[in-house]
């Protein structure tokens, strides 16, 4: 169990290295080329950069302490329409999907250029930090987390893959062992995973990490910098590393950080320029190695002379500070306020889930099973995207099989699928409430039983169901509208949002 001393140190030690991380790479962020970096390189003044790394993770603590621990990617989507700030990449391509009506997942997976990129696995750090030793929980936060902007991506498995490794380090600092854990969580035939498998059989190989590196890139590599050459150095275009998949850039970014910290054989000096040097996202890749390595060994395991330049405070690069307090207010500003914070958060999500954390003074102590991998129920979790709603009986999803986008002569198709969570069987009436003139196959009006979730595992408490919608007439560019399911005999009544566009 997790003594309170140990957990802080962990999480401070986390933020730290974050910071020191996001540093130490800023100024070498997507060149694709070897570096020799063994410390800073730019003047710093006491201060770190600012690291939009961390910033949407301080907008999580905030949302939760608004809303609650009980929070999904509706909520999450809210927040960030409201205060990240910038259009660049898939943070942009998010806000547009959004705009336009859509909900998460679909708001990563639409148009979406770089949902294989790096914009999700850098902020899974606040889900370990609130869920220490339970990945099974970090994991679900970090799903609902990653979709908003990645979809159905690489970028989401990245993410859950680091959320996991992470919550599991509060208890567990063998790096191969955390590696395993890690992969649990995603499928083994998706990118992130076979980058890191890359990764780990030349560290078992015996080859050095500059061989590992370029490994990697030889198979898993995603284009140039917005398809500059002048991000690419001469020895990497010599070896035919200059071009690559447009977009897919996670993958090699997640071996570099398996490389940092295997070949960093748990020295941090090792461990934070090996990973610099392998070139690429430097900053992000450096700030989860740093995190990651702060979890594992605590605060105390960073060198002081990594700590002076930079300092305690933070800074911040992406969120709209206006709104958030008296110009900022709500926001931390040094990582021991954040620490503080967080384990604020944490003591609200022990009282609801079981942490391997000492509890509070007349807290009841409780634990998980003690088991860090990934079981069935959370490899389920991430295998399909949909939109999902949790109400205190029952779940929904709602998944477009054809996509969000309907046209003449092209009928969309749906899955809607309802889980009963209580120990009594249900019966439903569904009702579709569609634009004027448009046909719903089966029918408008259905009903659906539903067994008790004492059926288990044997699949006799999920209902599926497929529907057709076919547009009459003229389509308008945008199309919401709702289904409404009701519970037989019970006040019950859930809506759910569907939104398609022409």
């Given at each position: 169990?997790?003594?309170?001393?140990?957990?802080?140190?962990?999480?401070?030690?986390?933020?730290?290295?974050?910071?020191?991380g996001?540093?130490?790479?800023?100024?070498?962020?997507?060149?694709?080329?070897?570096?020799?970096?063994?410390?800073?390189?730019?003047?710093?003044?006491?201060?770190?950069?600012?690291?939009?790394?961390?910033?949407?993770?301080?907008?999580?603590?905030?949302?939760?302490?608004?809303?609650?621990?009980?929070?999904?990617?509706?909520?999450?989507?809210?927040?960030?329409?409201?205060?990240?700030?910038?259009?660049?990449?898939?943070?942009?391509?998010?806000?547009?999907?959004?705009?336009?009506?859509?909900q998460?997942?679909?708001t990563?997976?639409?148009?979406?250029?770089?949902?294989?990129?790096?914009?999700?696995?850098i902020?899974?750090?606040?889900?370990?930090?609130?869920?220490?030793?339970?990945?099974?929980?970090?994991?679900?936060?970090?799903?609902?987390?990653?979709?908003?902007?990645?979809?159905?991506?690489?970028?989401?498995?990245?993410?859950?893959?680091?959320?996991?490794i992470?919550?599991?380090?509060?208890?567990?600092?063998?790096?191969?062992?955390?590696?395993?854990?890690?992969?649990?969580?995603?499928?083994?035939?998706?990118?992130?995973?076979?980058?890191?498998?890359?990764?780990?059989?030349?560290?078992?190989?015996?080859?050095p990490?500059?061989?590992?590196?370029?490994?990697?890139?030889?198979?898993?590599?995603?284009?140039?910098?917005?398809?500059?050459?002048?991000?690419?150095?001469?020895?990497?275009?010599?070896?035919?590393?200059?071009?690559?998949?447009?977009?897919?850039?996670?993958?090699?970014?997640?071996?570099?950080?398996?490389?940092?910290?295997?070949?960093?054989?748990?020295?941090?000096?090792?461990?934070?320029?090996?990973?610099?040097?392998?070139?690429?996202?430097?900053?992000?890749?450096?700030?989860?190695?740093?995190?990651?390595?702060?979890?594992m060994h605590?605060?105390?395991?960073?060198?002081?002379?990594?700590?002076?330049?930079?300092?305690?405070?933070?800074?911040?690069?992406?969120?709209?500070?206006?709104?958030?307090g008296?110009?900022?207010?709500?926001?931390?500003?040094?990582?021991?306020?954040?620490?503080?914070?967080?384990?604020?958060?944490?003591?609200?999500?022990?009282?609801?889930?079981?942490l391997?954390?000492?509890?509070?003074?007349?807290?009841?102590?409780?634990?998980?099973?003690?088991?860090?991998?990934?079981?069935?129920?959370?490899?389920?979790?991430?295998?399909?995207?949909s939109?999902?709603?949790?109400?205190p009986?029952?779940?929904?999803?709602?998944?477009?099989?054809?996509?969000?986008?309907?046209?003449?002569?092209?009928?969309?198709?749906?899955?809607?699928?309802?889980?009963?969570?209580?120990?009594?069987?249900?019966?439903?009436?569904?009702?579709?409430?569609?634009?004027?003139?448009?046909?719903?196959?089966?029918?408008?009006?259905?009903?659906?039983?539903?067994?008790?979730?004492?059926?288990?595992?044997?699949?006799?408490?999920?209902?599926?169901?497929e529907?057709?919608?076919?547009?009459?007439g003229?389509?308008?560019?945008?199309?919401?509208?709702?289904?409404?399911?009701?519970?037989?005999?019970?006040?019950?009544v859930?809506?759910?949002?569907?939104?398609i566009?022409?």
């Amino acid at each position: 169990m997790l003594t309170r001393e140990k957990y802080r140190s962990k999480v401070l030690g986390c933020w730290l290295g974050k910071n020191i991380g996001g540093t130490l790479g800023a100024p070498f962020e997507w060149h694709r080329q070897v570096n020799n970096v063994d410390y800073y390189t730019q003047e710093l003044g006491g201060s770190p950069m600012p690291n939009d790394d961390l910033d949407i993770q301080l907008l999580w603590l905030i949302m939760m302490e608004e809303q609650g621990i009980n929070v999904d990617s509706q909520i999450m989507a809210e927040y960030w329409q409201y205060f990240v700030t910038p259009f660049w990449s898939e943070y942009g391509n998010a806000k547009l999907n959004m705009q336009a009506g859509l909900q998460p997942p679909f708001t990563g997976m639409r148009n979406n250029y770089f949902k294989d990129s790096c914009g999700a696995f850098i902020r899974s750090e606040i889900w370990a930090c609130i869920a220490p030793g339970n990945p099974r929980l970090a994991i679900k936060y970090a799903y609902n987390d990653a979709i908003i902007d990645h979809g159905d991506g690489e970028g989401m498995y990245a993410e859950v893959f680091c959320a996991a490794i992470e919550s599991a380090a509060f208890l567990e600092s063998d790096p191969k062992t955390l590696i395993e854990i890690g992969l649990s969580y995603i499928p083994e035939d998706c990118g992130t995973a076979k980058a890191v498998r890359c990764a780990q059989n030349m560290y078992q190989s015996g080859k050095p990490w500059l061989e590992a590196r370029n490994e990697i890139l030889k198979h898993y590599r995603g284009n140039r910098f917005f398809d500059s050459p002048d991000h690419v150095s001469p020895e990497d275009t010599a070896n035919g590393l200059s071009d690559g998949k447009p977009g897919w850039d996670v993958p090699s970014n997640i071996g570099m950080l398996i490389i940092g910290l295997l070949y960093g054989e748990g020295d941090f000096d090792k461990s934070m320029c090996i990973t610099v040097n392998c070139g690429e996202d430097t900053d992000c890749t450096a700030a989860t190695i740093g995190s990651l390595f702060g979890i594992m060994h605590g605060v105390e395991s960073i060198p002081e002379k990594w700590v002076t330049p930079i300092g305690r405070g933070i800074k911040t690069a992406c969120l709209n500070i206006g709104d958030l307090g008296l110009f900022g207010a709500m926001v931390p500003t040094t990582i021991d306020e954040l620490t503080a914070r967080t384990e604020a958060i944490m003591n609200k999500v022990a009282a609801q889930h079981p942490l391997p954390i000492e509890p509070i003074v007349d807290a009841p102590a409780t634990q998980p099973d003690g088991h860090l991998m990934a079981d069935n129920e959370a490899q389920q979790y991430i295998a399909s995207p949909s939109y999902r709603q949790s109400h205190p009986f029952y779940d929904i999803a709602l998944e477009y099989i054809t996509g969000t986008t309907i046209g003449q002569g092209q009928p969309a198709k749906v899955k809607l699928t309802i889980t009963n969570k209580y120990r009594i069987q249900a019966g439903f009436t569904i009702r579709w409430y569609c634009p004027s003139g448009w046909e719903v196959s089966p029918g408008p009006e259905c009903k659906a039983y539903v067994a008790s979730a004492n059926w288990g595992s044997n699949g006799g408490r999920v209902s599926a169901m497929e529907f057709e919608l076919i547009p009459q007439g003229a389509i308008p560019a945008s199309n919401r509208f709702v289904i409404e399911i009701t519970a037989d005999g019970r006040p019950t009544v859930m809506l759910v949002p569907v939104h398609i566009l022409r």
